[in-house]
């Protein structure tokens, strides 16, 4: 299916003047500068290339651009960074080696976004579109503000206006703190989560590491993770059973790869499930099995493909919360790079054969009846 269309269409094409977004990536590597160059060619922006920093400053000098893609590990690019004033183009760090301190620090300069150089298709697009939004609407308030400062010069009698301006800044500044509060508690999730699983080689370690960790967030909760076999054929890789009956749990869990991945494999957002009705429009006569529960499934992509189909199920008395799905959409992109990752040095040693192809048992002496298999 296509990508989830953006909230704000508007910047696919023309702003509100009639000028076509302009985008000027800066990569010492031309193969990475042709590769963000080719995620690009699905929105109709004028894109620009560069190799280097002292290029990119020529470029922004005779003109104008809405958005500067800069790969983090080239030297100069902080600096390039600070150089772009409020009235400048929104600035997107791409970095291949992120990191907590370096994220933080790139926020703080005047980053409009910060992401992970593995990013791709419609999630790619849709991070860009939103810093090109940030980048338009801090412009307006740059412009807004020198507005000001001269009225504040020449019509001082005026104060009560200068007052209701002063106020709406504020509320910009308040606004301006809590998006960069929420940027920061991504970073501080996904760095998390990557020191958890970057070292794990191993899938069936990979997998019992996420669904402790899922459930270390979320609480307990039912949860399997289908993985695709090398005919395109999902099959169960890790489940939790925290309330099915311990006889059926499994085989149920184990139904469900014929019906689950393949409704929700080409789904780029995560799928919220609150209600039988909801289950009956997305799974028809299979939401039988999932009956009274809340249920939330997410596909894991990686270079365009899905490697892996997370479902996490429970009575819906006990509902997921805003909270968990964030930190679900946070850790998804990371635990599929890591998959891929796995499933690379797997077949440089086995290259006839898929990771994981059977079941492991695993017993949490702290809740009753919770059984892991990866």
Not at 156 to 178: I, N, T
Not at 320 to 329: E, G, N, V, W
Request: proline residues 3%; contains cysteine; glycine residues 10%.
């Amino acid at each position: 299916m296509g990508r989830k269309a953006s909230r704000h269409e508007e910047v696919r094409g023309a702003d509100a003047e009639g000028r076509a977004v302009r985008v000027l990536i800066v990569a010492r590597s031309r193969q990475e500068r042709d590769r963000l160059h080719g995620e690009l060619r699905v929105v109709p922006w004028e894109v620009e290339k560069v190799a280097s920093v002292r290029s990119a400053r020529l470029r922004l000098r005779d003109e104008d651009f809405d958005l500067l893609l800069v790969d983090a590990g080239h030297e100069g690019a902080i600096e390039l960074l600070r150089e772009v004033d409020g009235d400048g183009p929104a600035v997107v760090l791409v970095a291949h080696e992120p990191s907590l301190e370096q994220g933080v620090g790139a926020m703080r300069d005047g980053a409009s976004d910060y992401i992970v150089g593995g990013m791709i298709g419609g999630a790619l697009i849709e991070r860009l579109e939103r810093a090109i939004e940030r980048g338009r609407e801090r412009r307006r308030r740059e412009r807004e503000q020198r507005r000001l400062r001269a009225m504040c010069r020449s019509l001082d009698g005026v104060r009560q206006e200068m007052f209701e301006q002063v106020g709406s800044l504020c509320d910009d500044l308040v606004s301006a703190y809590s998006e960069l509060s929420e940027q920061i508690d991504v970073l501080d999730t996904m760095h998390e989560f990557q020191s958890l699983v970057r070292r794990e080689l191993d899938v069936e370690s990979l997998l019992r590491i996420v669904l402790e960790y899922v459930l270390a967030k979320g609480g307990s909760t039912n949860a399997a993770i289908y993985l695709p076999d090398t005919c395109g054929e999902y099959s169960l890789g890790a489940y939790v059973n925290y309330d099915c009956p311990r006889d059926s749990g499994e085989a149920m869990l184990d139904l469900l790869a014929d019906v689950i991945p393949e409704r929700f494999c080409d789904r780029p957002e995560l799928v919220h499930l609150r209600s039988d009705a909801e289950l009956t429009q997305r799974l028809g006569e299979d939401a039988h099995w999932l009956q009274g529960q809340g249920a939330v499934v997410m596909s894991c992509f990686a270079e365009g493909e899905c490697l892996a189909v997370v479902v996490l199920f429970r009575d819906r008395r006990q509902p997921f919360d805003a909270a968990f799905l964030r930190t679900l959409s946070i850790i998804r992109e990371g635990f599929a790079q890591q998959l891929a990752r796995v499933i690379r040095v797997h077949h440089r040693a086995e290259p006839d054969s898929y990771p994981g192809d059977g079941h492991g048992g695993f017993e949490d002496p702290g809740i009753d009846g919770l059984d892991m298999a990866a």
